[in-house]
């Protein structure tokens, strides 16, 4: 059983949001890039993801997929990172990490497709509506210096991962809040090597080049 960490990804991807807290963790890892049409979709990685998605982190013999399962599965792994909650922070932690990965990224998802549910239906639906979804979501990035209290956590790297690649492509208002905020956990060193990194693997077209 090795203990290497392999990362599953692509640069035009979520992956980076994975290989950002790789970065965070500091532990050595390996990235295998994965081109969407044909080693996204081959036998050899439908047997580690069978939805044929990245990312995807192999470590100790096990998989983990979902981008808040890797974070937190990381900040567990390796606690000298200082990613993980402290017990008085884990209530908070949790709660945000999990509603950006559910009702916050459900909202913003069917807004960005054109499936907004009707008014008198919102009741039925876990995020309510996109204006509620995203007040929910900047009273959590305001009402302490970051999500779980006075320090940076894996739940932050995660949110704001939201907030940045939803700003960045228009699917998430450039609210104040959410600028101020992501601005704060994007000056990261790790942030900067990991974009650089996966900056590094774009196409020349994509990159601008």
């Not at 295998?32 to 470590?59: C, F, Q, R, S």
């Not at 990490?97 to 909202?107: T, V």
């Not at 228009?170 to 104040?176: L, N, Q």
């Not at 994007?186 to 196409?203: E, G, I, S, V, W």
Request: hydrophobic share 45%; charged share 20%.
């Amino acid at each position: 059983m090795s203990d290497e960490i392999v990362l599953y990804t692509n640069p035009m991807s979520r992956g980076r949001v994975a290989r950002w807290m790789l970065e965070e963790v500091g532990a050595p890892y390996r990235a295998e890039i994965l081109d969407y049409a044909t080693t996204m979709k081959a036998p050899a990685y439908l047997a580690i993801n069978p939805m044929g998605k990245v990312p995807a982190i192999t470590h100790n013999g096990k998989v983990v997929t979902e981008n808040a399962a890797i974070c937190v599965y990381l900040a567990e792994a390796f606690p000298d990172a200082g990613l993980a909650p402290k017990p008085s922070e884990r209530a908070d932690f949790y709660r945000w990490m999990f509603f950006a990965a559910g009702p916050f990224e459900y909202a913003v998802t069917n807004n960005a497709f054109g499936m907004t549910p009707p008014a008198d239906r919102a009741a039925a639906i876990g995020y309510g509506n996109l204006k509620s979804a995203l007040d929910t979501l900047e009273y959590a990035v305001t009402r302490m210096p970051f999500i779980a209290g006075a320090r940076f956590t894996a739940a932050d790297l995660y949110v704001g991962s939201h907030l940045g690649f939803g700003m960045q492509f228009g699917t998430v208002e450039k609210r104040p809040a959410f600028q101020a905020y992501y601005a704060k956990i994007a000056d990261r060193p790790a942030a900067k090597r990991a974009a650089q990194l996966d900056d590094a693997l774009m196409p020349k077209q994509a990159a601008g080049a």
